[in-house]
T-cell receptor
Framework: GAVVSQHPSRVICKSGTSVKIECRSLDFQATTMFWYRQFPKQSLMLMATSNEGSKATYEQGVEKDKFLINHASLTLSTLTVTSAHPEDSSFYIC?????????????FGEGSRLTVL | AQRVTQPEKLLSVFKGAPVELKCNYSYSGSPELFWYVQYSRQRLQLLLRHISRESIKGFTADLNKGETSFHLKKPFAQEEDSAMYYCASNSGGYQKVTFGTGTKLQVIP
């Protein structure tokens, strides 16, 4: 199946700094990507929908100035956690929508664990 | 708004025993239902979707609109089935998926 890669898989940063997480579709083009957040032993919470060439659509309660999403190409979306604080520590997962030949199937990245000290 | 409920956080069964992971959804339209699986240290991946009506790794799931359920079943559990299972739904057409809280399946040898 299609492959989605996230980088970095783990990142530790100091409070107040910004962290960028990349999500790439390796062998297909994805006009739509999704960013989720997963707390320990909880489900995936959709944060935003990232559309290539346009602004992301954020879910209710997600601060768009805090979580900057850029989808500049058909294979890359980035999530930047700005001025990170310890409460932003979480597991962030992206998924990409593959439309051709897969009838709209979602493929997931391996996730990125962010720890803010 | 869509809502997906998985009442069991943990389900432990012995190898060879039948498995049923429960899932209920709330959506008045015609949702598309999925089961995703996450094996230890691996990424989330699609297990099956109701429109495919297929059996994957021995698992099946039938959409029951009357009961708004999409329970995942397997007649004989295997050790390699141990994983986190997430039920999910979308409102059709647009792939904005809502996930349940997940059920950890533990198959005891």
């Amino acid at each position: 199946g299609a492959v989605v890669s996230q980088h970095p898989s783990r990142v530790i940063c100091k409070s107040g700094t910004s962290v960028k997480i990349e999500c790439r579709s390796l062998d297909f083009q994805a006009t739509t990507m999704f960013w989720y957040r997963q707390f320990p032993k909880q489900s995936l919470m959709l944060m935003a929908t990232s559309n290539e060439g346009s602004k992301a659509t954020y879910e209710q309660g997600v601060e768009k100035d805090k979580f900057l999403i850029n989808h500049a190409s058909l294979t890359l979306s980035t999530l930047t956690v700005t001025s990170a604080h310890p409460e932003d520590s979480s597991f962030y997962i992206c998924s990409a929508l593959a439309v051709e030949g897969a009838d709209g199937e979602l493929f997931f990245g391996e996730g990125s664990r962010l720890t803010v000290l | 708004a869509q809502r997906v409920t998985q009442p069991e956080k943990l389900l432990s069964v012995f190898k060879g025993a039948p498995v049923e992971l429960k899932c209920n959804y709330s959506y008045s339209g015609s949702p598309e239902l999925f089961w995703y699986v996450q094996y230890s240290r691996q990424r989330l991946q699609l297990l099956l979707r109701h429109i495919s009506r297929e059996s994957i790794k021995g698992f099946t799931a039938d959409l029951n609109k009357g009961e708004t359920s999409f329970h995942l079943k397997k007649p004989f559990a295997q050790e390699e089935d141990s994983a986190m299972y997430y039920c999910a739904s979308n409102s059709g057409g647009y792939q904005k998926v809502t996930f349940g809280t997940g059920t950890k399946l533990q198959v005891i040898p």
